[in-house]
């Protein structure tokens, strides 16, 4: 049979978690990270990354609302998708997934972005007319009140919000890293390792893809681009790539190690048919060399210039390098036969329900709607739009 | 007055219809429902399989009866059970040569030659009806569970086609019928056990490997087939109360 | 962290969105773009809720004269906070209405929820496990396609006395002649059709590599011609010959 080596079983001849699966974790991850951005100057007081505090939750807002579609469009019946909320099976990781979500989107995100964006949501129903200021009087549920003590209030809850949200943001990524660990029919999946490494390969993706968008948006609006901010974001980068890289090496040593009944044919797999995703992208391009350019800049002294560029670099490798870890997992999984015996390929298709250009569009997407966000809650306050107006200028809620 | 009793009647007449027709009606959802069959209790039941390795000649009468009796699609990866062929050279255990020419449903090639130093033997396969099922674990909506008389069975109507329980069967039995996009497979024909017939692949074995048997009978020849034969699961270390019982299962069978 | 100001000639246009008295100072606040308010000393008293000013880089209010009408800004005449005094009290009551707004939201969401649920899941949904129960009937409403060899030797007892005796006895009738269900159920006039007397022996016969080694095998070319196999054997005890 074309495409396969060796003895498949006869009903694994095609694959049945596509690229959209592998978009799913990589999306979810990225929300993960940048909330857990944003709550190291909430919760942790890192005030130097205020900067980018607002533009991480309308990111994580942007791409958590984007997550449900490549599952939806990969169902067989997504019509009765809802029935993992009437009927959730307890059992079942992927359904208690879909509560994890729900509070996720919610109570976390949802919650902390209304109570923070509050105060200026009040100012501008106040100053808008027609639509636009209804649109703005919805979003406050009718309530104007924006004295100090409503605002201390506001900021009391989200702290707390953000106190809550960061074992929620580990739920959230560690869940999906669960569905496929708690897998024991699949030797490359099953693993209590999975779910951390999700975990922090989701970090690290969050902090890049932020850390990218805020040089990306200063330089669009032309804003000043706060060079301490940037350079504790990528040490936190740095450091969770380190904790990263740790524990899949500590995976790979482990599987090399104890050579189970499994290993030799993952072996020939990662070796053959995953090389170029696993050896050459996820783990040199993107792993070892951001890592390395990282490190450099921990070192080294560089100019600003060369220390953007520096980073520009290492967030895209990144960002590549961590899609290319999702895409080893899920379709990686699924090359090698159950029986050990042989394997299969993947024939991803262009134009049809979970073909490539789905996967794109809906990579696109999120971008698009976090342009929609920050025009209707915009983050520029922190961003340094304080140029002119620093003796007696607006404090943002943060610190109110 | 004669509207009152005109009303009546026409009331009276539309009860009598609906409950004439919820009555047969009822019947009918009676009869599908084993339980309730005058001669099917589910409690009564435990089903499971046994093959015997050496009666197995390779032929491929059970996949062709099962996807005729289950209106299975012809095309490559929708096998409700299919058999495979190992073929092991006794100075390279480790790596068996295995092939199932389209699940066997057209036999295996004849031969050519005269096998050399080779051990080789068929193994049918089809879904092991676990007790402790990994897939029904998994099922996120409650699509796939184990019938009170241990079948596990598949609700298409409520299956949403996820396909977490292909990925999470070690067996590989499980299938995505592309016409309903929902997944499928072995059913221990359960529209027949359920009648006092066999599945269709026992029915249809020329030698007897398969049988269908009935862990909870007392009379039924399981019993001592367990108890005078060295048996096997597959998969053993995955723990999964598999309930295909294999007779001269090899070890290095997958 | 604050930035140099920038004394280069800049001037911003801003509504005034409310105003303030604090220690017996007048404030005003002005809305220069959704997310930028200053907050600036209002010396002057002719400033009210909704002018238009201009503020230059000195912070100096420059109330516009000519410009846009002030009364076309519309504001809520909801009751400001302008006029209380601001000093950050105690949260009252009015300070956390609006958190029950929201909470009161997501109680109206659940509520909802539980109520759609009680309505879209099936009534035998969790009467045996975690799935429905008719489900259980579904899979046993079939029609069986194959008959069973107990009900061919209902009719066709004569056939399986010819069979007794042979080692072909415990093969099922249905396994030559294919699914009879349907002619079992008398449910088609159509008789069905005799299986070829070569191809279904060759089925089993043709010696393939992995049968048992006790197993009756010919390989085809050395055994007979292309004739059928009924020529030597019987077709319901084809073991003697």
């Known amino acids: 049979m074309p495409g396969v080596d060796g003895f498949i079983y006869p009903n694994e001849v095609e694959l049945q978690w596509s690229v959209l699966i592998t978009l799913y974790?990589?999306?979810?991850?990225?929300?993960?990270?940048?909330?857990?951005?944003?709550?190291?100057?909430?919760?942790?007081?890192?005030?130097?990354?205020?900067?980018?505090?607002?533009?991480?939750?309308?990111?994580?807002?942007?791409?958590?609302?984007?997550?449900?579609?490549?599952?939806?469009?990969?169902?067989?019946?997504?019509?009765?998708?809802?029935?993992?909320?009437?009927?959730?099976?307890?059992?079942?990781?992927?359904?208690?997934?879909?509560?994890?979500?729900?509070?996720?989107?919610?109570?976390v995100l949802v919650l902390e972005i209304w109570f923070d964006y509050r105060r200026q949501l009040v100012l501008a129903w106040r100053s808008s007319t027609g639509l636009k200021r209804q649109a703005y009087r919805l979003m406050t549920l009718g309530s104007n009140n924006i004295s100090p003590a409503a605002l201390k209030v506001d900021d009391r809850i989200g702290y707390i919000l953000t106190v809550v949200g960061i074992p929620s943001a580990f739920l959230l990524h560690g869940y999906v890293g669960f569905i496929f660990g708690s897998v024991k029919a699949n030797p490359w999946w099953s693993t209590p390792l999975m779910p951390i490494v999700f975990l922090f390969s989701a970090i690290v993706s969050g902090i890049a893809l932020v850390m990218l968008l805020y040089m990306a948006l200063a330089r669009a609006r032309r804003l000043p681009l706060d060079m301490p901010c940037l350079d504790t974001i990528a040490r936190y980068l740095f450091y969770a790539f380190l904790i990263d890289f740790s524990l899949e090496m500590l995976d790979l040593i482990h599987r090399i190690y104890e050579a189970d009944e499994s290993f030799r044919a993952l072996d020939f797999m990662v070796r053959t048919r995953l090389y170029v995703s696993h050896i050459v992208v996820q783990i040199i391009l993107g792993t070892l060399v951001p890592l390395a350019l990282l490190a450099a800049v921990q070192v080294y002294r560089f100019s600003d210039r060369t220390r953007r560029r520096i980073y520009a670099a290492a967030g895209v490798l990144t960002l590549i390098g961590i899609f290319a870890m999702r895409w080893n997992v899920v379709i990686g999984g699924q090359l090698f036969s159950?029986?050990?015996?042989?394997?299969?390929?993947?024939?991803?298709?262009?134009?049809?329900?979970?073909?490539?250009?789905?996967?794109?569009?809906?990579?696109?997407?999120?971008?698009?709607?976090?342009?929609?966000l920050v025009r209707l809650l915009p983050p520029w306050a922190d961003m340094g739009r304080r140029a002119a107006l620093s003796t007696a200028g607006e404090k943002s809620s943060g610190d109110a | 007055m004669e509207q009152d009793r005109r009303a009546f009647l026409a009331d009276a007449g539309r009860w009598l219809m609906l409950t004439g027709a919820a009555t047969l009606a009822w019947d009918y959802v009676v009869a599908g429902q084993?339980?309730?069959?005058?001669?099917?209790?589910?409690?009564?039941?435990?089903?499971?399989?046994?093959?015997?390795?050496?009666?197995?000649?390779?032929?491929?009468?059970?996949?062709?009866?099962?996807?005729?009796?289950?209106?299975?699609?012809?095309?490559?990866?929708?096998?409700?059970?299919?058999?495979?062929?190992?073929?092991?050279?006794?100075?390279?255990?480790?790596?068996?040569?295995?092939?199932?020419?389209?699940?066997a449903y057209d036999g295996f090639p004849p031969v050519e030659q005269a096998a050399g130093n080779v051990k080789a033997f068929f193994v049918p396969k089809l879904c092991n009806h676990c007790a402790h099922s990994p897939c029904v674990q998994v099922c996120p909506v409650g699509a796939t569970f184990a019938s009170p008389d241990g079948v596990v069975l598949v609700d298409k109507s409520y299956c949403i086609g996820c396909r977490y329980c292909v990925q999470a069967c070690p067996y590989g039995c499980r299938f995505i019928d592309h016409r309903t996009m929902t997944v499928d497979k072995c059913d221990?024909?359960?529209?027949?056990?359920?009648?006092?017939?066999?599945?269709?692949?026992?029915?249809?074995?020329?030698?007897?490997?398969?049988?269908?048997?009935?862990?909870?009978?007392?009379?039924?020849?399981?019993?001592?087939?367990?108890?005078?034969?060295?048996?096997?699961?597959?998969?053993?270390?995955?723990?999964t109360g598999a309930k295909v019982f294999y007779r001269a299962l090899d070890g290095v069978v997958r | 962290m604050h930035n140099e100001s920038d004394q280069r000639g800049f001037s911003a246009e801003g509504a005034v969105v409310e105003i303030l008295e604090r220690?017996?100072?007048?404030?005003?606040?002005?809305l220069i773009e959704p997310g930028t308010v200053l907050e600036l000393p209002a010396a002057s008293s002719d400033?009210?809720?909704?002018?238009?000013?201009?503020?230059?880089?000195s912070l100096n209010i420059e109330r516009v004269r000519g410009g846009p009408?002030?009364?076309?800004?519309?504001?809520?005449?909801?009751?400001?906070?302008?006029g209380a005094p601001d000093e950050p009290a105690r949260p009252v009551f009015r300070d956390y209405e609006h958190v029950l707004r929201m909470a009161g939201l997501f109680a109206l969401a659940i509520v909802v929820f539980l109520g759609w649920r009680s309505w879209m899941v099936p009534d035998d949904f969790g009467v045996y496990g975690h799935y429905r129960a008719g489900a259980i009937a579904d899979a046993a409403i079939r029609t069986p396609g194959y008959a069973g060899q107990a009900s061919c030797v209902e009719c066709h007892d004569d056939v399986q006395q010819v069979r007794l005796p042979d080692k072909h006895a415990t093969v099922s009738c249905e396994a030559c002649h294919g699914p009879l269900g349907?002619?079992?159920?008398?449910?088609?006039?159509?008789?069905?059709?005799?299986?070829?007397?070569r191809a279904v022996c060759l089925t089993c016969h043709t010696a393939v590599t992995g049968m048992p080694a006790t197993f009756p095998k010919v390989i085809v070319n050395e055994h007979s011609d292309a004739g059928p196999c009924t020529e030597c054997h019987k077709a319901h005890a084809p073991g003697g010959s």
């Open chain 3, 23 to 30: 220690g017996g100072e007048r404030f005003a606040k002005i």
């Open chain 3, 182 to 197: 349907r002619h079992a159920r008398s449910e088609t006039d159509v008789a069905p059709i005799r299986p070829s007397p």
């Open chain 3, 47 to 57: 400033l009210s809720l909704g002018d238009r000013v201009i503020v230059d880089a």
């Open chain 3, 69 to 82: 009408d002030p009364a076309r800004i519309l504001l809520p005449s909801v009751p400001a906070t302008s």
């Open chain 2, 34 to 103: 084993p339980e309730n069959s005058p001669n099917y209790r589910v409690t009564d039941h435990w089903w499971g399989m046994i093959i015997d390795i050496d009666k197995c000649i390779g032929c491929g009468n059970c996949v062709r009866a099962c996807k005729a009796e289950n209106d299975v699609p012809l095309e490559p990866g929708h096998f409700r059970t299919w058999v495979e062929r190992y073929q092991v050279a006794s100075d390279d255990l480790d790596h068996p040569s295995v092939d199932s020419p389209n699940g």
């Open chain 1, 338 to 372: 159950k029986s050990f015996l042989g394997y299969t390929t993947y024939k991803m298709s262009f134009a049809t329900r979970e073909g490539l250009l789905p996967a794109v569009i809906l990579m696109i997407l999120p971008f698009l709607i976090l342009a929609g």
């Open chain 1, 25 to 107: 974790p990589f999306i979810t991850g990225l929300v993960a990270g940048a909330f857990i951005l944003a709550s190291l100057e909430r919760v942790f007081n890192v005030r130097v990354v205020k900067p980018t505090y607002r533009l991480a939750l309308l990111t994580a807002l942007a791409f958590l609302l984007v997550a449900p579609l490549p599952l939806q469009l990969h169902l067989g019946h997504p019509e009765r998708s809802l029935e993992m909320y009437l009927t959730p099976h307890r059992q079942s990781a992927m359904a208690m997934f879909g509560f994890v979500y729900l509070w996720y989107l919610t109570v």
């Open chain 2, 188 to 239: 221990l024909c359960y529209h027949r056990i359920t009648r006092g017939l066999t599945t269709a692949c026992c029915e249809a074995c020329p030698t007897g490997a398969r049988q269908l048997v009935d862990l909870k009978n007392p009379s039924d020849p399981v019993h001592a087939f367990l108890n005078s034969n060295a048996v096997h699961v597959l998969k053993p270390q995955m723990a």
